[in-house]
């Protein structure tokens, strides 16, 4: 069964950072694309960041990029966000998805998500 | 960046009739498209993919066709589980993966 599960979200202030793990398990992790989607409250889904199964390739929403960094340690199955620079509108439900496939598809497993909110 | 755009944003029907929910795409993204639902405090799941074809445990109630820039979803005959708020997304520049608004379904 493919589990994954998100944790380090919480309260932060303006200008702070914040890294935010996703767990998974009951895949070949290191086969998959995986990516960050976000959700504000009330609002709709954001896509963030994803990362090639091997780690070397990046991508960015423009409105993080430069102030996101996504990683992966695929000896521990688990995916990473580095969020620097916090600003009110990054307050949002992290999601950590995979896609269906290896290759273009949509996203068949979420994370139940985690609270991140940007407030002094 | 491709824009996906959804409507309408509100969609009120009434138990056991036919919800039609629309999306399009501000250039070609050829049939690589998903349709996901969200209810309140979940997580997305994902109902189609490759523009028409239904995810693993999905009710055959749950249709999408289109190509290119314009997409849709049809519930056939919508049950009391159906109502929630639907996201199409587009994975044409994937992994880039960009979404739309978002179309709530409710109960009329």
């Known amino acids: 069964e493919v589990q994954m599960l998100e944790s380090g979200g919480g309260l932060i202030q303006p200008g702070g950072s914040l890294r935010l793990s996703c767990a998974t398990s009951g895949f070949t992790f290191s086969s998959y694309a995986v990516s960050w989607v976000r959700q504000a409250p009330g609002k709709g889904l954001e896509w963030v960041s994803a990362i090639s199964g091997s780690g070397g390739s990046t991508y960015y929403a423009d409105s993080v990029k430069g102030r996101f960094t996504i990683s992966r340690d695929n000896s521990k199955n688990t995916l990473y966000l580095q969020m620097n620079s916090l600003r009110a509108e990054d307050t949002a439900v992290y999601y950590c998805?995979?896609?269906?496939?290896?290759?273009?598809?949509?996203?068949?497993?979420w994370g139940q998500g985690t609270l991140v909110t940007v407030s002094s | 960046e491709i824009v996906m755009t959804q409507s309408p944003a509100t969609l009120s029907v009434s138990p056991g009739e036919r919800a039609t929910l629309s999306c399009r795409a501000s250039q070609s993204v050829s049939s690589n498209l998903a349709w996901y639902q969200q209810k309140p405090g979940q997580a997305p799941r994902l109902l189609i993919y490759?523009?028409?074809t239904r995810a693993t445990g999905i009710p055959a109630r749950f249709s999408g066709s289109g190509s290119g820039t314009e997409f849709t979803l049809t519930i056939s005959s919508l049950q009391s589980e159906d109502f929630a708020v639907y996201f199409c997304?587009?994975?044409?520049?994937?992994?880039?993966?960009?979404f739309g608004q978002g179309t709530k379904l409710e109960i009329k």
């Open positions: 998805a995979k896609g269906l496939w290896v290759g273009p598809t949509g996203f068949d497993y």
């Open positions: 997304q587009q994975y044409n520049d994937w992994p880039r993966g960009t």
């Open positions: 490759g523009a028409s």
